[in-house]
T-cell receptor, first 113, second 113 residues
Framework: KAGVTQTPRYLIKTRGQQVTLSCSPI?????VSWYQQTPGQGLQFLFE???????NKGNFPGRFSGRQFSNSRSEMNVSTLELGDSALYLC????????????FGEGSRLTVL | QQQVKQSPQSLIVQKGGISIINCAYE??????FPWYQQFPGKGPALLIA?????SEKKEGRFTISFNKSAKQFSLHIMDSQPGDSATYFC????????????FGKGITLSVRP
């Protein structure tokens, strides 16, 4: 069974630009969560999607948004990028029967210059 | 406000020894407590998890001990191996939102040969 796939793995943007990150969950998993990982703040929850609906949201500004498609694939978007948005963005999927058992992808490393 | 606190910040253990990582939480509404392991360049991977109705859970060389009254839980790694060298995160989540994990800052474990 293929794991969680995230694309792109690395990207560099400049301040003010926007970025879209993609996540393909494990086959059969309908819940997709997004996390931001930085050296200073650690792992922080962004949002969770289930059946194309946002089910939970973390404490991030509205510049961070996401969506989920009917095939459970998910995207997250960050608009008007700031230097502090430089981070590893991790996607995780989970099965209905085990909502706390998250399977993480390897992440998308975003650098904002 | 850091709701989940880990200690120590780093740990060095000899091969064959016991690694002990502690975690304290503040919110008594948390009902799911997982430990994740992360290697450089990889996403976190679930090691073991526990719920408050159990005081201890063991899976292979990994054991979680849970103390509900003290609001603490710990990870014990028996017979530590150099391959266990990684960053370890404790986390917690609420009932009905188990995918919305609040993570500790993580600790780096080094197992010396």
């Amino acid at each position: 069974k293929a794991g969680v796939t995230q694309t792109p793995r690395y990207l560099i943007k400049t301040r003010g630009q926007q970025v879209t990150l993609s996540c393909s969950p494990i086959s059969g998993h309908r819940s997709v969560s997004w996390y931001q990982q930085t050296p200073g703040q650690g792992l922080q929850f962004l949002f969770e999607y289930f059946s194309e609906t946002q089910r939970n949201k973390g404490n991030f500004p509205g510049r961070f948004s996401g969506r989920q498609f009917s095939n459970s694939r998910s995207e997250m978007n960050v608009s008007t990028l700031e230097l502090g948005d430089s981070a590893l963005y991790l996607c995780a999927s989970s099965a209905i029967a085990s909502p706390g058992e998250l399977f993480f992808g390897e992440g998308s490393r975003l650098t904002v210059l | 406000q850091q709701q989940v606190k880990q200690s120590p910040q780093s740990l060095i253990v000899q091969k064959g020894g016991i690694s002990i990582i502690n975690c304290a939480y503040e919110n008594t509404a948390f009902d799911y407590f997982p430990w994740y392991q992360q290697f450089p360049g990889k996403g976190p991977a679930l090691l073991i998890a526990i719920r408050p109705d159990v005081s201890e859970k063991k899976e292979g060389r990994f054991t979680i001990s849970f103390n509900k009254s003290a609001k603490q839980f710990s990870l014990h790694i028996m017979d530590s191996q150099p391959g266990d060298s990684a960053t370890y995160f404790c986390a917690a989540s609420y009932a009905g939102a188990n995918s919305k994990l609040t993570f500790g800052k993580g600790i780096t474990l080094s197992v010396r040969p």
